[in-house]
């Protein structure tokens, strides 16, 4: 599976470029799949109008409204109460599956849950894109400052896909956000590397490689 790890959606041309470089194709002729899963478990978000603006293309942070052919939802909750076969092919076949931003915790459950999590290896040609906790999730553990909702595991472990933790959101003029000593304060509680990355900037892992996409700010937080 191909990444790209956003803090607030195809929010630039430079990250709509490496969407496009790692679909091998332009928006308009990809297949995508829209997760809102992550916001259910998530205080400030919820079920309602927040989900249903990301569904529908209108939140402020670009993910669903960038073109695609076709856009369907994929709703981790349904899925174990149906079939496989009625799921599990249309993930298949889809180029690009959108994560919405929410509780990243709640999130890796359902996709555990779901049997979703246990197909991405499979899914080579796939284009995961996340927003805020949906590229946390993709992460080794996602800090104490990020727990919202408590897993059944009762720590803060997400799926381990890449092996650094995010912290998206970050802000260097006190803005709403994330600040830089609030970021060095949570890395400094890792045990692996970290990035922090603001709201114009994605991180792409392919191949074995990840690169960092930005027009905003980010910082590395190496190992230790």
């Known amino acids: 599976m191909k990444l790209l790890l956003t803090s607030a959606g195809i929010s630039n041309a430079t990250i709509r470029r490496s969407l496009e470089d790692l679909l091998g194709k332009p928006i308009g002729e990809a297949d995508a799949l829209c997760i809102p899963t992550a916001q259910y478990g998530h205080p400030w978000l919820g079920p309602g109008t ?16 960038l073109g695609w052919r076709s856009v369907g939802v994929l709703e981790l909750t349904a899925l174990p109460s149906i079939d496989d076969e009625r799921w599990k092919p249309l993930v298949g076949e889809t180029d690009v599956l959108l994560a919405a931003g929410g509780d990243a915790l709640y999130l890796g459950h359902w996709m555990r849950e779901s049997g979703l999590a246990a197909m991405l290896p499979a899914l080579a040609d796939t284009v995961w894109v996340g927003m805020s906790a949906g590229s946390m999730v993709m992460t080794p553990q996602i800090g104490a400052e ?40 949570w890395a400094a509680a890792l045990d692996h590397p970290a990035y922090a990355i603001d709201d114009q900037t994605a991180i792409r892992v392919a191949d074995g490689e990840v690169r960092v996409v930005t027009e905003g700010v980010w910082r590395h937080f190496p190992k230790g």
Do not use: K
Not at 50 to 65: C, K, L, N, Q, T
Not at 154 to 183: E, K, M, Y
């Open 146 to 185: 990020f727990v919202g909702w408590t897993a059944p595991s009762g720590d803060d472990r997400a799926l381990g896909v890449v092996d650094f933790s995010i912290c998206p959101h970050l802000t260097l003029d006190g803005a709403p956000g994330n600040s830089l000593a609030a970021a060095e304060q």
């Open 50 to 65: 927040s989900a249903w603006e990301f569904i529908s293309g209108r939140s402020e942070h670009p993910m669903v409204d």
